[in-house]
């Protein structure tokens, strides 16, 4: 009951804003239907699952829409579930059947002809295990409700109840509130509820732990290297600092389910689908990798599925949903991810400053950060972020990396600027309270706002330069307020490079992309040559190594490369290899005030050589 009211606050919030779906065609009535889902697997092994909806309309109507989401919140492309359904069929109460067709890609047209009660039935074929997709086989079931279950147009906020018919002993794990009195039987309030409840049925692992009161569920699907008690330890810590930011919970219990292949992580409103490596939990390192996913997909409790950008929730689930803040949702995220790990103690203050280092060594070389703002990284998530090609390098920026660097300058901003009076945790916990509290999405302008309020100052000129425009960062501007500056090195400027990003496919080398700059670039190697000699020796990525070991910049050499199945050769001049790497250092002579404000971010003393 309390999970339902702390739903019921979410399903408010959606039907405040306008319903975007029309039912002119079919004359849909504005009293909701009644709405039964059944999930079955029966034959495991076909990946098919099987899907029932039973509707009941309050009053007779001519026809019904159903549609199929094209994509799921959090992953922002276009997937076209609808192409895994199968043996779609409908018929009234009788057992009837009713004539239907499809009018679009994800639209089923059924003429119930005055019909109020009426079953649909159809499968789903489940064959791929990723945190946005459906898996069923003769080990487990996992599945977003997004890539499943169909829903009534314009009927997006009607409440809706799902049976789930496990296959053998199965158990049932997922974030909705159960039926009381019905096994497997589960409420959504509306279809933003249900599309946002991922489940796992398995023979699989778990442990409860308790955070101020609330239990936090985590199941596990798969043998592997981890520990599960001490996984509920860790975890606690990460759950309590992300509680102590916002003062508490928004709702009122948590699951996480765990598949152990594959990688990958996925926001929901209570509940987060997580992948990882079977043994991939020793050594710590590795481990903690692990604790990052957690934290970053836990992070997201509140920043994007209760912080939520303009365009992202209620959802348009049809059509792509454009926003600007993705830097933000996400970015900070990843900002937050190793500072919440930082607090809670798992990893050291220099740690976190060496993964920072790592963000911005990936950041800094990539041409890219001169084409595209973290801004329109944001926008053009649907036809970029998922789609990266060989040209990325020199026309895209992460949206992640990028946020997760501006994330860090803004909060150092801040703390600089307020004399460590505030911080990016004032930010977010300013638009918890104005816009989640009160329904609203925020927008671009208003996040400046936020962060100027809590600053004091206008950040005008920061937003300007870092966030809608492509400037590069002046890091030690900003970082000296906590007594660091970052430095670059080239620690391979003396040794040859060609310059390409080379990889090795069925025993070929093959060019996978030219980054800007780079010697390749300059003297025309091509993505999808194939390298097959170097001065007329077989050509291997290890060999290549190797023999440019032997090399200067400023040498010369014959590479021997297929280009369209056509041989060529081409003289080539090597370079010298300027990535640069990045690192954090304590400023000369610190002040008492950036001493001071480095402990109070940190929670360590400044220690200097």
């Given at each position: 009951m309390l999970l339902t009211l702390a739903l019921t606050c979410t399903y408010r919030e959606a039907k405040a804003q306008p319903n975007r779906t029309t039912t002119a065609r079919t004359g849909a009535i504005s009293a909701p239907p009644e709405i039964a889902y059944s999930v079955s697997m029966s034959k495991p092994s076909t990946h098919l699952l099987e899907v029932e909806i039973r509707l009941k309309l309050p009053e007779a109507q001519k026809a019904m829409d159903l549609k199929m989401s094209v994509w799921t919140p959090g992953s922002y492309l276009i997937r076209e579930y609808e192409r895994h359904v199968e043996d779609f069929k409908a018929q009234d109460a009788n057992g009837k059947p009713l004539s239907w067709q499809k009018t679009n890609k994800n639209t089923w047209h059924i003429s119930n002809e005055g019909v109020r009660e009426f079953t649909v039935t159809y499968n789903v074929y489940a064959n791929e295990l990723t945190v946005r997709t459906n898996e069923l086989n003769d080990g487990h079931a996992f599945w977003n409700?997004?890539?499943?279950?169909?829903?009534?147009?314009?009927?997006?906020?009607?409440?809706?109840?799902i049976t789930v018919r496990p296959f053998g002993s199965w158990k049932v794990a997922t974030g909705l509130?159960?039926?009381?009195?019905?096994?497997?039987?589960?409420?959504?309030?509306?279809?933003?509820?249900?599309?946002?409840?991922?489940?796992?049925?398995?023979?699989?692992?778990?442990?409860?732990?308790?955070?101020?009161?609330?239990?936090?569920?985590?199941?596990?699907?798969?043998?592997?290297?981890?520990?599960?008690?001490?996984?509920?330890?860790?975890?606690?810590k990460i759950v309590d600092e992300g509680a102590k930011i916002f003062g508490g919970f928004p709702m009122k219990n948590y699951v996480f389910i765990v598949n152990l292949r594959g990688g990958g992580?996925?926001?929901?409103?209570?509940?987060?689908?997580?992948?990882?490596?079977?043994?991939?939990?020793?050594?710590?390192?590795?481990?903690?990798?692990?604790?990052?996913?957690?934290?970053?997909?836990?992070?997201h409790l509140w920043n994007v599925k209760r912080l939520r950008p303009d365009a992202l929730g209620p959802f348009d689930y049809e059509n792509e949903n454009y926003t600007k803040l993705l830097w933000v949702a996400e970015g900070i995220t990843s900002y937050y991810e190793t500072l919440l790990l930082k607090r809670a103690g798992l990893i050291t203050d220099k740690e976190l400053l060496a993964s920072k280092a790592e963000t911005i060594?990936?950041?800094?070389?990539?041409?890219?950060r001169f084409e595209t703002s973290v801004e329109d990284a944001s926008w053009d998530a649907w036809i970029k972020g998922y789609r990266t090609d060989e040209n990325a390098v020199n026309n895209q920026?992460?949206?992640?990396?990028?946020?997760?660097?501006?994330g860090m300058m803004l909060d150092v901003e801040i703390r600089t600027r307020s004399a460590g009076k505030r911080s990016l945790d004032d930010v977010l916990r300013y638009l918890f309270e104005e816009f989640f509290k009160k329904g609203r999405n925020y927008t671009p302008t208003d996040f400046q706002k936020a962060a100027e309020l809590a600053a004091g100052v206008s950040l005008d000129d920061f937003f300007s330069?870092?966030?809608?425009?492509?400037?590069?960062?002046?890091?030690?501007?900003?970082l000296a307020g906590i007594g660091l500056k970052l430095t670059r090195n080239e620690p391979n400027k003396n040794r040859a490079y060609i310059g390409a990003e080379l990889g090795e496919q069925n025993g070929r080398l093959m060019v996978q992309s030219v980054p800007m700059g780079t010697p390749a670039y300059e003297q025309g190697l091509n993505y999808n040559d194939q390298i097959v000699a170097i001065d007329g020796y077989r050509a291997s990525q290890a060999f290549l190594q190797m023999y440019l070991g032997n090399k200067k910049p400023g040498d010369r050499v014959k590479l021997t490369l297929f280009r369209f199945d056509k041989l060529r050769d081409l003289d080539f001049t090597l370079g010298p290899n300027t990535r640069g790497a990045y690192e954090f250092e304590p400023v000369a002579n610190p002040t008492a005030q950036q001493r001071a404000l480095y402990q109070q971010y940190l929670g360590e003393q400044l220690l200097t050589p």
């Open positions: 409700n997004a890539a499943l279950l169909m829903f009534p147009d314009g009927h997006i906020s009607a409440p809706s109840q509130p159960p039926v009381d009195g019905k096994a497997n039987t589960f409420r959504a309030e509306n279809f933003d509820i249900l599309y946002d409840s991922p489940f796992e049925v398995g023979n699989f692992k778990e442990i409860t732990f308790n955070v101020r009161g609330v239990p936090h569920r985590v199941v596990i699907d798969g043998e592997g290297n981890y520990d599960l008690q001490q996984l509920a330890v860790d975890m606690t992580g996925l926001e929901h409103l209570n509940s987060t689908a997580l992948q990882y490596g079977a043994f991939g939990f020793k050594p710590r390192d590795r481990y903690t990798q692990f604790l990052r996913l957690v934290s970053h997909e836990y992070f060594d990936d950041l800094q070389n990539t041409p890219g920026i992460s949206y992640y990396d990028k946020g997760d660097v501006v330069k870092y966030v809608r425009g492509k400037v590069e960062i002046d890091y030690n501007a900003t």
